[in-house]
């Protein structure tokens, strides 16, 4: 490992915003480490990386398996580089209503979007405690902090994740590591939007939805914050957002 690189590490780095975030830290000098649970799928990201003169390494990895989480972070922190900066980006965002809610949904749902939010927190904490620094950033939603029919699965997993942000926030804040959480709240420019929402996605000409890109530019600015006024939670919406 060479100690005067620092890397990042995105779990969760899909094609829209995940992938925007490990291109713009990257983009920075920073080693880009980005998961999925298929590596097939992450391969188009790590090859635009190092197409634009960055580092990136791409790992399958399970995010609700401890096991994985603890070998993933050990992996890197030892044979890439420090991690510097993590990003918890899963989504696991479904509707059912409640009476179709199955224990097996809201199970797997809580999985994806919390329990695997807090294995990595965990383990990229242990690693930056001794080093006094380090931002650990989770992607929230609007589901974070207001639930709403047909999204209870969700919003609990979503209600807890931010429940361990702040928690972290307030545990590792004196020790020097920033802890952020980000309210996603609107429609992102993605495939799924444009395939299923095309009404919503027109309204990328006026910029009515949220940009990966942009979303991106506010990780890097959270991670860039002096400590003097750190940000623990940032909501970013579309201008045309109502709310």
């Given at each position: 490992m060479d100690a005067s690189r620092n890397a990042v590490l995105v779990v969760g780095a899909g094609d829209a915003t995940g992938g925007a975030i490990a291109r713009r830290f990257a983009r920075e000098g920073l080693v880009a480490c980005v998961t999925r649970r298929s590596a097939d799928k992450l391969a188009p990201l790590v090859a635009q990386i190092q197409a634009d003169g960055g580092e990136a390494h791409g790992f399958a990895s399970d995010a609700r398996k401890e096991l994985d989480v603890e070998t993933l972070v050990a992996h890197i922190e030892r044979e890439?580089?420090?991690i510097e900066v993590a990003v918890f980006n899963i989504g696991a965002n479904v509707r059912f209503g409640i009476a179709e809610t199955t224990e097996r949904v809201y199970r797997k749902v809580w999985e994806m979007g919390a329990l695997a939010g807090f294995l990595m927190g965990r383990e990229v904490a242990k690693a930056m405690l001794p080093r006094g620094r380090g931002t650990i950033i989770f992607t929230g939603a609007t589901a974070s902090?207001?639930?709403s029919a047909?999204?209870?699965a969700f919003a609990g997993a979503k209600h807890a994740l931010r429940a361990l942000a702040q928690s972290m926030a307030r545990e590792l804040g004196p020790q020097g590591i920033h802890v952020a959480h980000v309210v996603i709240d609107g429609a992102i420019d993605t495939r799924f939007i444009a395939?299923?929402?095309p009404e919503r996605y027109a309204l990328k000409?006026?910029?009515?939805i949220l940009s990966p890109e942009a979303i991106a530019d506010n990780y890097w600015n959270l991670h860039r914050q002096d400590k003097s006024a750190w940000t623990h939670e940032l909501d970013l919406r579309p201008w045309l957002e109502g709310w």
């Amino acid at each position: 490992m060479d100690a005067s690189r620092n890397a990042v590490l995105v779990v969760g780095a899909g094609d829209a915003t995940g992938g925007a975030i490990a291109r713009r830290f990257a983009r920075e000098g920073l080693v880009a480490c980005v998961t999925r649970r298929s590596a097939d799928k992450l391969a188009p990201l790590v090859a635009q990386i190092q197409a634009d003169g960055g580092e990136a390494h791409g790992f399958a990895s399970d995010a609700r398996k401890e096991l994985d989480v603890e070998t993933l972070v050990a992996h890197i922190e030892r044979e890439i580089a420090p991690i510097e900066v993590a990003v918890f980006n899963i989504g696991a965002n479904v509707r059912f209503g409640i009476a179709e809610t199955t224990e097996r949904v809201y199970r797997k749902v809580w999985e994806m979007g919390a329990l695997a939010g807090f294995l990595m927190g965990r383990e990229v904490a242990k690693a930056m405690l001794p080093r006094g620094r380090g931002t650990i950033i989770f992607t929230g939603a609007t589901a974070s902090v207001r639930g709403s029919a047909g999204f209870a699965a969700f919003a609990g997993a979503k209600h807890a994740l931010r429940a361990l942000a702040q928690s972290m926030a307030r545990e590792l804040g004196p020790q020097g590591i920033h802890v952020a959480h980000v309210v996603i709240d609107g429609a992102i420019d993605t495939r799924f939007i444009a395939e299923n929402f095309p009404e919503r996605y027109a309204l990328k000409e006026q910029a009515g939805i949220l940009s990966p890109e942009a979303i991106a530019d506010n990780y890097w600015n959270l991670h860039r914050q002096d400590k003097s006024a750190w940000t623990h939670e940032l909501d970013l919406r579309p201008w045309l957002e109502g709310w």
